[in-house]
């Protein structure tokens, strides 16, 4: 269950609400989709604030960081619902060996640790990609679908990494205004020590806020998705070795040039 299965909830009740719509209409002369765009703008848009992020440190550390915020709108129809969802949210970072933090009974903090490229994509794809029985009961949400891919090359002292993230969000459509108020706000990022490149060869790149060495993306309902970015990375295992390798070296060259001789000295003695 991630933010998305939350969503999920909120669609059904839209649902709800525009069937409903839809007998209001037969005795009315209002068309039923100016009742659902008051009911979308007035009480569902910006109901999930959710801010998404990946902050590489070096090619062995880094966080997955995710930050969500619901606004009171919303937890006044299930606060039930959204207690238990929250709890879920907290088990499946421990099991991904996260933590959390509750900045309030509606704002939530998971980070999720990663040592690895490869680390990260089975991280990110078992938290968001995990099914459970209410995430498959034949609502729209499971039209959703969210994949990340990282990749590293290690060239000893640095790495090259390439990531790419694709998030088809079409089945909000119906709940995106021509303003782009939707009922999820949602952010991606990507912070590097050295800065990011992005890659824009796909129909559905969106283009990045640049802020230092962090790259923002926000994020289209109602639409695909495509964040695709190449970044270099300090190897600290890699320089350590040398390091190591240098100090040793530094060692022996000074023992056998500033010294004397072991072998010369043990001669010396016998003598």
Same mark, same amino acid.
Request: net charge positive; hydrophobic share 40%; aromatic share 12%.
């Given at each position: ?33 100016v ?8 009480l ?8 998404l ?6 090619t ?17 129809f +299930?606060? #039930? ?15 991904l060996?996260?933590s ?27 938290f ?6 209410? #995430? ?9 679908t ?11 002292l ?9 998030? #088809? ?10 303003? #782009? +108020? ?19 060869n ?16 926000t ?15 300090p ?37």
């Amino acid at each position: 269950m991630n933010v998305f299965t939350f969503i999920k909830m909120i669609l059904q009740l839209s649902k709800s609400v525009f069937f409903l719509i839809r007998k209001i209409g037969k005795f009315t002369k209002i068309k039923p989709i100016v009742f659902m765009v008051i009911f979308s703008s007035l009480l569902l848009s910006g109901c999930v604030k959710y801010d998404l992020g990946v902050n590489f440190n070096s090619t062995n550390n880094g966080e997955l960081v995710q930050h969500i915020k619901l606004s009171e709108k919303i937890t006044i129809f +299930s606060s #039930d619902y959204l207690s238990q969802w929250l709890k879920t949210l907290e088990q499946r970072a421990r099991q991904l060996a996260g933590s959390t933090e509750r900045i309030s009974p509606s704002e939530i903090v998971v980070k999720i640790p990663f040592t690895s490229a490869k680390e990260l994509q089975e991280k990110f794809t078992g938290f968001f990609n995990t099914r459970t029985d209410e #995430d498959g009961n034949g609502s729209g949400i499971s039209n959703i679908t969210s994949t990340l891919v990282a990749e590293d090359t290690n060239f000893f002292l640095f790495s090259r990494n390439h990531l790419v993230y694709d998030l #088809d969000l079409r089945s909000l459509a119906m709940l995106t205004t021509k303003g #782009d +108020s939707s009922i999820v706000n949602l952010d991606f990022s990507l912070q590097t020590p050295w800065g990011v490149k992005n890659i824009e060869n796909d129909e559905n790149a969106i283009q990045p806020e640049k802020h230092g060495n962090q790259l923002l993306w926000t994020i289209k309902a109602g639409a695909i998705n495509h964040v695709e970015v190449v970044f270099w990375l300090p190897n600290f295992v890699g320089i350590g070795t040398l390091l190591i390798i240098g100090f040793v070296w530094l060692g022996l060259y000074l023992r056998y040039t500033f010294l004397p001789n072991p072998s010369i000295q043990l001669t010396a003695k016998k003598d």
